[in-house]
């Protein structure tokens, strides 16, 4: 798969061109084993168990362990566009993955059958990752309070998108917001940072501004949400010509006020889309893909981002297809 296969024929015509150096490498007392053979080991290989030998060689790993101090870990799914199987009445695999963003680790993966059900596998997801001392992002699919009590309880720390899956607490934020920005946020505790960008790109100008509020302790539906401390907008601008367009995008968050932390776990969210699902589309091509069967579907993503993570450790400063190369 590191080398360009991307199943288990590929992965037997790789072993075919390189049987010499493999012969000495491994045991091989039948020769290679044949495509049908590689195909019945993803079928049968139970994908938890597969995922916690990745885990244990991570730990093993001094360099790549994750011990900094509010390490960042983002949440997100991605579709496995072709691996529905219309026969079977199978739609798309979904894989909701965590995303290790300081050293590009994939660092364990859940399937569902549809994308609805990443609220039951965000938890799931949760108990296969140390939480303590991270700061956890999470798209507004898995913002829900038993998701955020397991964080806190776990002694991590959330920031959860708010959006119209939770509509009142969403409303809420906005009016309070909408009640204090006429003063500036004179009257509240908060912390702002703006950032622009240097130079425009492709004639158009992005700026972010990014606030975050304490919470008041008289706040509607506070006492719901277990260890939260803070809000959080993000204001995006793109300005392209004489045209102006404004994204607004809130969140709830247990970090006390720190806008520096808050910002860079916002940015960091965004590397699972750019830098992990964009990857796995472009370099390795994975929505084209059409294994159907849901338990080597789920191995297969696992090894495809497995190699990723490995791509992402190497310090040459080359595209993923040329490190693949």
Same mark, same amino acid.
């Given at each position: 798969?590191?080398?360009?296969?991307?199943?288990?024929?590929?992965?037997?015509?790789?072993?075919?061109?390189?049987?010499?150096?493999?012969?000495?490498?491994?045991?091989?007392?039948?020769?290679?084993?044949?495509?049908?053979?590689?195909?019945?080991?993803?079928?049968?290989?139970?994908?938890?168990?597969?995922?916690?030998?990745?885990?244990?060689?991570?730990?093993?790993?001094?360099?790549?362990?994750?011990?900094?101090?509010?390490?960042?870990?983002?949440?997100?799914? =991605?579709?496995?566009?072709?691996?529905?199987? $219309?026969? &079977? *009445?199978?739609?798309? !695999?979904? @894989?909701?993955?965590?995303?290790?963003?300081?050293?590009?680790?994939?660092?364990?993966?859940?399937?569902?059958?549809?994308?609805?059900?990443?609220?039951?596998?965000?938890?799931?997801?949760?108990?296969?990752?140390?939480?303590?001392?991270?700061?956890?992002?999470?798209?507004?699919?898995?913002?829900? =309070?038993?998701?955020?009590?397991?964080?806190? $309880?776990? &002694? *991590?720390?959330?920031? !959860?998108? @708010?959006?119209?899956?939770?509509?009142?607490?969403?409303?809420?934020?906005?009016?309070?917001?909408?009640?204090?920005?006429?003063?500036?946020?004179?009257?509240?505790?908060?912390?702002?940072?703006?950032?622009?960008?240097?130079?425009?790109?492709?004639?158009?100008?992005?700026?972010?501004?990014?606030?975050?509020?304490?919470?008041?302790?008289?706040?509607?539906?506070?006492?719901?949400?277990?260890?939260?401390?803070?809000?959080?907008?993000?204001?995006?601008?793109?300005?392209?010509?004489?045209?102006?367009?404004?994204?607004?995008?809130?969140?709830?968050?247990?970090?006390?006020?720190?806008?520096?932390?808050?910002?860079?776990?916002?940015?960091?969210?965004?590397?699972?889309?750019?830098?992990?699902?964009?990857?796995?589309?472009?370099?390795?091509?994975?929505?084209?893909?059409?294994?159907?069967?849901?338990?080597?579907?789920?191995?297969?993503?696992?090894?495809?981002?497995?190699?990723?993570?490995?791509?992402?450790?190497?310090?040459?400063?080359?595209?993923?297809?040329?490190?693949?190369?």
């Amino acid at each position: 798969i590191l080398g360009g296969a991307s199943g288990p024929t590929g992965i037997r015509m790789w072993a075919g061109t390189k049987q010499e150096r493999l012969a000495a490498l491994l045991p091989l007392p039948n020769g290679l084993p044949s495509r049908d053979v590689i195909r019945r080991v993803l079928c049968a290989l139970k994908p938890d168990a597969f995922q916690q030998c990745f885990a244990t060689w991570i730990a093993s790993l001094s360099a790549m362990k994750l011990n900094s101090e509010n390490r960042h870990i983002a949440i997100d799914g =991605k579709t496995l566009r072709g691996s529905h199987d $219309t026969a &079977k *009445g199978l739609g798309p !695999l979904h @894989l909701v993955s965590a995303w290790a963003s300081e050293k590009g680790l994939t660092l364990g993966q859940v399937a569902t059958d549809q994308k609805s059900n990443e609220i039951t596998a965000i938890p799931e997801l949760l108990r296969l990752i140390d939480l303590e001392g991270t700061v956890i992002t999470i798209d507004a699919m898995g913002t829900q =309070k038993k998701i955020a009590e397991q964080i806190v $309880t776990g &002694k *991590g720390d959330y920031i !959860l998108a @708010l959006k119209g899956n939770q509509e009142t607490m969403h409303q809420n934020v906005i009016d309070y917001v909408e009640q204090h920005v006429s003063n500036d946020f004179a009257d509240v505790a908060h912390q702002e940072l703006v950032e622009t960008e240097p130079k425009p790109k492709h004639g158009r100008t992005e700026s972010r501004t990014y606030i975050q509020f304490e919470v008041p302790e008289t706040f509607a539906g506070r006492k719901q949400w277990k260890g939260l401390k803070t809000f959080g907008i993000v204001v995006y601008r793109r300005t392209e010509g004489d045209k102006e367009k404004i994204d607004i995008r809130y969140y709830l968050s247990s970090l006390v006020l720190n806008i520096l932390l808050f910002s860079k776990s916002v940015r960091s969210h965004w590397g699972i889309e750019n830098t992990c699902h964009w990857s796995l589309d472009v370099t390795y091509g994975e929505d084209g893909l059409r294994t159907r069967h849901r338990c080597a579907s789920e191995n297969e993503g696992w090894i495809r981002r497995f190699t990723l993570s490995l791509l992402k450790q190497h310090p040459l400063k080359t595209s993923l297809a040329m490190k693949r190369r």
